[in-house]
């Protein structure tokens, strides 16, 4: 008998001891997390460093075996990511028809201010996404009112896994056409 009460108080010292950190502590180092895989950590490529010394001349090049140009993967990307952004913020957003609204009509833009923008705005928007996570007035496990189950964290973590994706995209027809630093 002494022994399981003895295991009973060993156990509810663990939970104390794992339960200790007050929960805005669990909580800031959780959205630290989500921003940290945003923004391209880990084994993830940073948008930047994708983009980094792409000739402006290979925009709209295909590589061989590759369905996509650095045009199109650009803007898919940020397309996708103002919509997921939209969505997560605002109720009145209406996403664009899909698959269509998602990419761009050519496979590259019209000029070098098109691209530049794009860039601008992608970063803006994750940006923006960064804010929403580190709001500690946004409930991240909170369903979003106008959604359909979806929650904060749902968006932000399926837009850090649609980035990666297609990064790792880009990534891999920046190293077809050659014009992927390799050291």
């Known amino acids: 008998m002494k022994k399981k009460k003895t295991i009973k108080k060993a156990a509810?010292?663990?939970?104390k001891k794992a339960s200790s950190k007050p929960p805005s502590n669990i909580d800031r180092e959780f959205r630290e997390q989500v921003v940290y895989l945003l923004k391209g950590g880990g084994a993830h490529v940073h948008f930047t460093d994708a983009?980094?010394?792409?000739?402006?001349?290979?925009?709209?090049a295909f590589a061989d075996g590759?369905?996509?140009t650095g045009w199109q993967l650009l803007e898919h990307t940020r397309l996708a990511?103002?919509?997921?952004?939209?969505?997560?913020?605002?109720?009145?957003h209406v996403?664009?028809?899909?698959?269509?609204?998602?990419?761009?009509?050519?496979p590259a833009p019209p000029d070098r201010k098109a691209w530049d923008e794009s860039v601008a705005a992608f970063e803006r928007?994750?940006?923006?996404?960064?804010?929403?996570?580190?709001?500690?007035?946004s409930d991240l496990s909170a369903k979003i009112p106008h959604g359909e189950g979806q929650t904060i964290l749902r968006e932000a973590l399926l837009l850090a896994?649609?980035?990666?994706?297609?990064l790792g995209q880009l990534v891999d027809l920046r190293r077809a056409l050659g014009t992927w630093p390799e050291t």
């Not at 990511?81 to 009145?92: A, G, M, T, V």
């Not at 940006?127 to 929403?132: C, F």
């Open 51 to 60: 983009l980094e010394g792409f000739p402006a001349e290979k925009y709209g």
């Open 95 to 106: 996403s664009p028809p899909f698959p269509a609204g998602y990419w761009p009509k050519t």
């Open 161 to 166: 896994d649609h980035n990666a994706y297609h």
């Open 12 to 15: 509810k010292k663990m939970t």
């Open 81 to 92: 990511q103002w919509d997921i952004l939209e969505f997560s913020r605002n109720p009145k």
């Open 66 to 68: 590759l369905p996509h």
């Open 125 to 137: 928007d994750l940006l923006e996404m960064v804010r929403l996570v580190t709001d500690p007035r």
